[in-house]
């Protein structure tokens, strides 16, 4: 099993509450200031309280900027104080890695090249303490695998030194490309920092994965949310399989005008796309129209693939899904060696017993041919040679 960490956004996230949940999980904040003392930056202060968002508990980690900078620093500044700095060489390239991603989103949203861009809108002192101290803490935390919900990017608009813009941001919309969102609450709830931060650990997204819970921690936000607790909470436990075994996705669409002859091949696409399983069900359809409906079995990663085969190779407008569980026994094929040649075994185990073992049966289709002789022939003599082998 993994260490699992997952971040609950629904009061979005930042960098000071990714640190507030961490330092809430036990991080000491005096291990936090010593590791951060090898980086050659002055000027701040870093303060941890515990605090209250609508009646509950939280760490709010403050970054006290005591002067401001007499210039904001363009990325190569960044990067060549890392590069400086005594931390540990998996912080500094973690770090700098953030750092980059976090210039090219700007630097896309403003038309400027990643060497020009200022970090000014994400602050300079603050969210460098932020982002090398989320390095530094994540790592503390031990977690091999980072999972997220759905990201709360709030709602409304932002002002920014460039102008006021809807929520979220630019350059936080740039970070989130491709990563679930939606908006609720008032105000923006989900800054550039803390958008990088999430998504640049997170490798999944979506509702808590199946895990043994070993400790919550709740960072705060810095204002009350009239209808929310502001907190950012992180989850950590060791990853586990779901009670029912595993999730699959049920893909479903009818068709009824399109021609039989063009249906054929759809299933050979669907396996070939990765489906699990795929298979037709004659139905009867509005106006009194004989359809089909076109049932898929697929693992989650697979989604989309199977939905373009759906969309290019039917005349469908649509396909709902829904989440499964189901159990699977676990699978492993052996050869066998018959008088018509060798065939594989197709063999399914639960705890080390076996619960079923099958011939494939190309194999055996493909002998009967070459040997003239009945398919069934061939079957029998496969599974009396696998009986005969002690039925491993």
Request: hydrophobic share 45%; with cysteine.
């Amino acid at each position: 099993m993994s260490r699992l960490a997952y971040f609950d956004c629904a009061s979005g996230a930042s960098g000071d509450m990714i640190l507030g949940a961490l330092v809430d999980l036990g991080l000491p904040v005096d291990r936090l200031r010593e590791e951060l003392s090898k980086l050659p930056l002055g000027g701040y202060r870093l303060e941890a309280r515990a605090v209250t968002r609508c009646g509950l508990k939280a760490t709010k980690v403050d970054v006290a900027v005591e002067e401001a900078p007499a210039r904001y620093p363009h990325l190569p500044d960044i990067l060549d104080l890392i590069g400086r700095s005594g931390l540990e060489a998996q912080v500094k390239e973690s770090a700098s890695a953030l750092f980059r991603r976090l210039a090219e989103a700007e630097a896309a949203v403003h038309g400027v090249g990643v060497e020009h861009v200022h970090f000014h809108e994400v602050g300079a002192i603050d969210s460098i303490v932020d982002v090398v101290s989320a390095v530094i803490a994540l790592r503390w935390l031990g977690a091999t695998r980072f999972a997220a919900s759905a990201l709360n990017v709030g709602t409304g608009a932002v002002t920014t030194s460039h102008g006021t813009f809807p929520v979220p941001a630019p350059a936080t919309a740039r970070l989130v490309s491709g990563v679930p969102v939606y908006g609720a609450g008032e105000g923006e709830l989900l800054t550039p920092t803390g958008a990088l931060i999430v998504t640049g650990h997170a490798s999944e997204y979506g509702p808590l994965p199946p895990m043994r819970l070993e400790a919550v921690g709740y960072g705060a936000g810095s204002r009350e949310l009239p209808d929310r607790p502001n907190v950012l909470r992180v989850l950590v436990g060791e990853a586990a399989e779901a009670a029912g075994g595993e999730t699959i996705l049920v893909l479903e669409t009818e068709v009824d005008d399109a021609a039989p002859q063009l249906l054929g091949p759809v299933l050979d696409r669907l396996l070939e796309a990765g489906a699990l399983d795929a298979f037709f069900t004659p139905v009867q359809m509005k106006k009194g129209r004989p359809g089909v409906l076109v049932t898929v079995l697929a693992e989650p990663g697979r989604r989309e693939a199977v939905e373009e085969v759906l969309f290019r190779e039917t005349t469908t407008l649509g396909v709902r899904r829904q989440e499964w569980q189901r159990t699977a026994l676990e699978r492993e094929t052996h050869a066998v060696s018959t008088a018509y040649g060798e065939i594989r075994i197709k063999v399914g185990r639960r705890g080390g017993r076996v619960y079923n073992a099958q011939p494939e049966f190309e194999d055996c289709l493909r002998a009967a041919a070459e040997r003239g002789v009945p398919v069934k022939e061939v079957l029998a003599a496969a599974l009396a040679a696998w009986r005969g082998a002690g039925s491993r």
